[in-house]
């Protein structure tokens, strides 16, 4: 399966979900739009797609850190996603314009999409005219798709439906040693 992966920024505790998608044979691309200083590159090396005119103009003149308002640019976007074809995309939805390039990609091209966040219960449990309140319904109640959290403890409460719970993934490695522990008090 071709499996992409769009982050704002590749963040270590990836690695293992990579590797993983990786030894189970999928061919897996990672994209990005920022780099940090200490990220672990040895499954996959993340690609940049570079920001468009609109997203350096706002960067620059709202002097905003972390392209919170990032849109890639649509020619690069074009080439490398959809006319690659992937059968899935996995998107940390951070930038709401690039958000919503992928839910309206979502439906011009064959690719499925599956939004995994960190928004917690207190921000969407009840009605408020956040951006991230509005996102979600989007999200949820007009584009029908799920969308995955690990933070969310109680899923019967929230007013959108398609949100779910999913724990952070960790691989353990239990390879046998021969180990013997003194325990002195």
Known sequence: MKIYIILPRFHTNYSDIIQNLLDQGHQIKLFVYNFGKIENYRYIKPRLIRENFFTKFINNFFKIKQNKFYLPSLKEFKKEIIDTSPDVVIMRP????????????????????????????????????????????????????????????????????????????KQINLKKKNIIQKITF
């Not at 921000?123 to 690990?150: A, D, H, V, W």
């Not at 403890?153 to 952070?168: A, D, Q």
Request: charged letters at 20%; proline letters at 4%; glycine letters at 2%.
């Open 94 to 169: 951070y930038s709401k314009l690039f958000t919503l390039l992928i839910l309206i990609s979502n439906f011009i091209s064959d690719f499925k999409t599956i939004l995994y966040h960190q928004t917690d219960f207190e921000k969407l449990g009840k009605f408020n005219f956040s951006t991230k309140y509005f996102k979600f319904f989007l999200i949820s109640k007009i584009f029908k798709m799920r969308s995955y959290s690990p933070l969310f403890n109680n899923r019967k409460k929230l007013p959108f439906k398609e949100l779910y719970f999913l724990p952070f993934a």
